[in-house]
């Protein structure tokens, strides 16, 4: 399976020269733990980083820093790994394992952001698929059940 076939298109993207400020609310107002930090090229944007509200609440809150000074390429995590669309979920989940991340962009042929891949989407895809599981298992033996009656 690709993780194109399982990623959120629904992404939310911020660039590296915004507010922490405007970061922060953009989390809250979209319910997201994390932004795909990116430039624009090409006609399209092209992520450079990740920022997330740990890195708010450990670089700016913890230190006590002003966060109308900071931006948020101050903050994020530069050289993000990146998925592209066509890309293997068994062999990302292992860079995400070797790299400790649990949400990865992923990008398209032009490599411009198209989504975003998280242990979430495959929490999701896994629960699916284990209760179409449970429901054959379930059928199976209704069938016998009928069968042998």
């Known amino acids: 399976m690709n993780i194109g076939d399982i990623c959120s298109r629904a992404v939310v993207s911020i660039g590296v020269n915004d507010p922490v400020r ?6 809250r107002n979209y319910h997201v733990g994390s932004l795909v930090v990116t430039e624009s090229s090409d006609g399209g944007l092209t992520p450079v980083g990740m920022l997330t509200d740990r890195d708010i609440v450990v670089g700016i809150v913890a230190k006590d820093v002003d966060p109308l000074t900071v931006t ?24 995400m394992r070797k790299q400790g991340v649990r949400r990865i962009p992923v990008v398209d042929e032009a490599d411009k952001l198209i989504g975003i891949f998280a242990l979430d989407d495959l929490l999701q895809l896994l629960a699916v ?3 179409l599981v449970a429901g054959i298992v379930g059928s199976q033996r209704l069938e016998e059940t009928r069968l042998r009656a």
């Open 72 to 95: 948020v390429g101050d903050i994020m995590s530069p050289d993000p790994l990146i998925a592209a669309e066509d890309d293997d979920v068994a062999e990302i989940l292992e860079d």
């Open 22 to 27: 405007q970061a922060a609310e953009m989390m």
């Open 129 to 131: 698929q284990m209760d």
